[in-house]
T-cell receptor, first 113, second 114 residues
């Protein structure tokens, strides 16, 4: 079983839509759950992260972690054309593995005006 | 805003040649990383570096790879004898205190081995 799975899409939505992006994982040792945004020809940029379970909200973005299901989500409300990018989930374990990220494949999102 | 800078943005090299990818981390950062992304595949961890030594390396980071911080500002990745399968985007990242949640990534160097 792959450590982190993410549907690569592509996902195409109209402007203003709510976008739901998801990842599943198999390693129960993961404690940190990150979402990165990557524009074409750029490096990954951290959007937000969650430690352990729960929700975290930052403006139009909400990250959710369900450790019992090994499932994480990123919701984008009122999506904008500028949100068009690839969204990557990444995860890391506890103190011993705190410096290594395990990545999903990334989901390509297009928000159409 | 401080940023991680990588040069060159694109490097084309012949199979068997040595390449050095360069990174300038954010100035007060102490932890440094290299990741790579083969086209169409996941980003993969290569190596982490702290206090002038490797902290952790992946199975990918074999004897043909090496890292160095030669002058206190640059952080380099050397591939001694490039193979076709080394073609990928290589990302450098740095963080101040080693937490994965605070790592900043450079824009990447696209390495093409022909």
């Amino acid at each position: 079983q792959k450590e982190v799975e993410q549907d690569p899409g592509p996902l195409s939505v109209p402007e203003g839509a709510i976008v739901s992006l998801n990842c599943t994982y198999s390693n129960s040792a993961f404690q940190y759950f990150m979402w990165y945004r990557q524009y074409s020809r750029k490096g990954p940029e951290l959007l937000m992260y969650t430690y352990s379970s729960g929700n975290k909200e930052d403006g139009r973005f909400t990250a959710q972690v369900d450790k019992s299901s090994k499932y994480i989500s990123l919701f984008i409300r009122d999506s904008q054309p500028s949100d068009s990018a690839t969204y990557l989930c990444a995860m890391s374990g506890g103190a011993g593995n705190n410096r290594k990220l395990i990545w999903g494949l990334g989901t390509s999102l297009a928000v159409n005006p | 805003e401080p940023e991680v800078t990588q040069t060159p943005s694109h490097q084309v090299t012949q199979m068997g040649q040595e390449v050095i990818l360069r990174c300038v981390p954010i100035s007060n950062h102490l932890y440094f990383y290299w990741y790579r992304q083969i086209l169409g595949q996941k980003v993969e961890f290569l190596v982490s570096f702290y206090n002038n030594e490797i902290s952790e390396k992946s199975e990918i980071f074999d004897d043909q790879f090496s890292v160095e911080r030669p002058d206190g500002s640059n952080f380099t990745l050397k591939i001694r004898s490039t193979k076709l399968e080394d073609s990928a985007m290589y990302f450098c990242a740095s963080s101040q205190q080693g937490a994965v949640t605070e790592a900043f990534f450079g824009q990447g160097t696209r390495l093409t081995v022909v």
